[in-house]
């Protein structure tokens, strides 16, 4: 290991991400509240980035991978810090969800209609 691995936070590409998603993974979505409800992706779980160190490890299913995501990759980078720092395998979305979204992702609103990334 590198002297500055250690420092370095797995992140995935949005491909790898839906096959994640599709083998069991969990979505983290930590936007804040009106992001979330512009559009997201469908069965993610929404922990808002200032609430992540509190409330996501008590929101998360136990034992499954989760892909943190928010709109360009910022937050979630610190996001997965703190879980990882927590013990939970997490892995930060490259890019975010406007990444994901151009990537082909679903993304839903309110109600199932189509939503967007805000």
């Not at 936007?31 to 512009?38: G, L, Q, V």
């Not at 910022?74 to 703190?82: D, I, P, V, W």
Request: hydrophobic share 40%; aromatic share 4%.
């Amino acid at each position: 290991m590198g002297l500055f691995s250690r420092f370095t936070l797995p992140s995935v590409k949005p491909s790898e991400a839906m096959d994640m998603l599709s083998a069991g993974a969990t979505m983290l979505d930590v936007r804040d509240n009106s992001e979330w409800n512009a559009g997201r992706v469908p069965g993610a779980v929404h922990v808002p980035a200032a609430n992540v160190a509190a409330q996501a490890p008590k929101r998360l299913p136990k034992g499954r991978p989760v892909v943190v995501a928010c709109r360009t990759g910022s937050r979630s980078k610190s996001a997965t810090r703190l879980l990882r720092e927590q013990g939970i395998e997490a892995y930060s979305l490259s890019g975010g969800l406007a990444a994901w979204e151009s990537s082909g992702g679903r993304v839903a609103g309110k109600g199932n209609r189509p939503g967007m990334i805000a």
